[in-house]
């Protein structure tokens, strides 16, 4: 009996270190909220310095940008902080940041966020006023839970901070299959209302599961698709975000856009050196112009 009971106390002991180092993990590695403000700590390979520091120069840009598409793979770390690098010429005072909701959750076809960012090289606030307004004239719910676990939105948080830490930030996540006239709904009413300054920040990995050579040519119809503003072809693409890719476009066609040049188009294979790696994941970095 003492030898049982011994051993009902082991096995209780380790369970009860496996649960603690279980939710160590979680704390230091997801993101927190309280009433205010979520705190994000995503795990950008080798550092942010060193991302900013391997990032290729801005080209030369032949007009305003008024919106970016920038990668939220962090395997491709460099190429968020080229496109943040870029979008911080612009200096913005609010950035609408356009995500897929990955995981299908919350209340609402389209989520936003009230709460403020804390990463850590600073605290990014919500554009508070932006986010009441959009939430009181149009479809767009406001939901808290979706953005614990949101990389779509929180892995672009430290970069932003590093490179505009005064930007506020109105986040927007849409899930797939949600009805174009809502999309095209808030297009109209959001557009009407930003901050004339606002850049627009779509969040997109493109081609997935696919090896490099077929994601490349998903990526080639992809480019043509965005390059022509050709909405009607969006459901067809290899995207991860059809219901963003669509708000981006109508935005940039509404603000003025004539042009999509790309700064960037990469496949994880290509980062890996693994070129014949069955699944990849691939990067379309661009700016619309005026």
Partial sequence: MRMQRSRWRILAAVGGLLVTSAL??????????????????????????????????????????????????????????QMINLAATQHPSTILLLSPNHFLVGNGWMITSNQDWDTDRGTLKADHGFVKWLVKNDNVRLDESPFANEHGIYNLLPFLAKKMPNVKIVPIIFKDGMPDQFVDAFVTKASAHLPKDTLIIASL?????????????????TIGVIQHFNLAQIHGLDIDSPPALRALLELMRLRGAHSFQIVDHQNSADITGKLDTPETTSYINGVFLK
């Avoid at 927190?32 to 403000?37: D, E, L, Q, T, Y």
């Avoid at 081609?207 to 080639?220: G, L, M, R, T, V």
């Fill in 24 to 81: 160590a993990r979680y704390v230091l590695f997801s993101p927190r909220v309280n009433a205010k403000i979520r705190t994000v700590h995503p795990i950008i390979p080798g550092g942010l310095d060193q991302a900013f520091a391997a990032a290729q120069g801005t080209p030369a840009l032949r007009g305003q940008v008024l919106g970016v598409t920038v990668n939220h793979h962090l395997l491709a770390a460099s190429l968020v902080a």
């Fill in 205 to 221: 990995d493109f081609s997935h599961y696919h090896n490099k050579a077929i994601a490349d040519q998903h990526d080639a119809e």
